[in-house]
């Protein structure tokens, strides 16, 4: 196993609920210091208190096991908007909100999140017709054929 998914196995040990989780870890070496990055999400979110309590709980583990021999900096974050969506669990808790998709054929679909289960989502899609008349289509899409997928922000 590689440093990033020691690391990412002893983040999750270390989380105190249940309804937080690990997105993703990136370990940056070539750097000086090296950098760590811990991606922290959760089913009804995260606050930086718990973003906090893990990067104390998780320094003082690396520290004591020696994991990182040289000098690194940590850093325990939530996913921004420019991060894409990695597990189906944050689909999941994404129902509802506005969706861009790209494919793996290159197309890229956007629209509401109607449902998300462990093998497929489902986007409602607004549809102009000859008549400008709106219109709704609903695409199934199965995780694997996602490339990438992000949350679209509303400031309605």
Do not use: W
């Not at 983040?11 to 811990?38: C, G, T």
């Not at 089913?43 to 906090?52: E, L, P, R, S």
């Not at 096991?65 to 669990?89: F, N, Q």
């Not at 995780?143 to 949350?151: S, T």
Request: proline share 3%.
């Amino acid at each position: 196993m590689d440093v990033a998914g020691k690391i990412k196995e002893l983040a999750e040990s270390k989380l105190s609920d249940p309804a937080h989780f690990v997105v993703d870890v990136r370990y940056n070496d070539r750097q000086r210091p090296a950098k760590l990055m811990v991606i922290l999400d959760g089913d009804k979110g995260v606050t930086i208190d718990a973003c906090a309590q893990l990067s104390r709980e998780l320094s003082k583990l690396l520290d004591e096991m020696d994991l990182i021999p040289d000098a690194y900096m940590l850093e325990v974050s939530t996913p921004g908007l420019d991060h894409p969506l990695k597990l189906k669990r944050q689909y999941v808790k994404n129902v509802g909100r506005g969706f861009k998709v790209h494919l793996l054929n290159k197309q890229i679909v956007q629209g509401r999140l109607e449902s998300a289960d462990d093998s497929r989502i489902v986007i409602e899609e607004q549809m102009k017709n000859a008549t400008k008349a709106a219109a709704t289509k609903m695409t199934e899409i199965t995780y694997e054929n996602i490339e990438r997928a992000f949350v679209m922000v509303s400031f309605k």
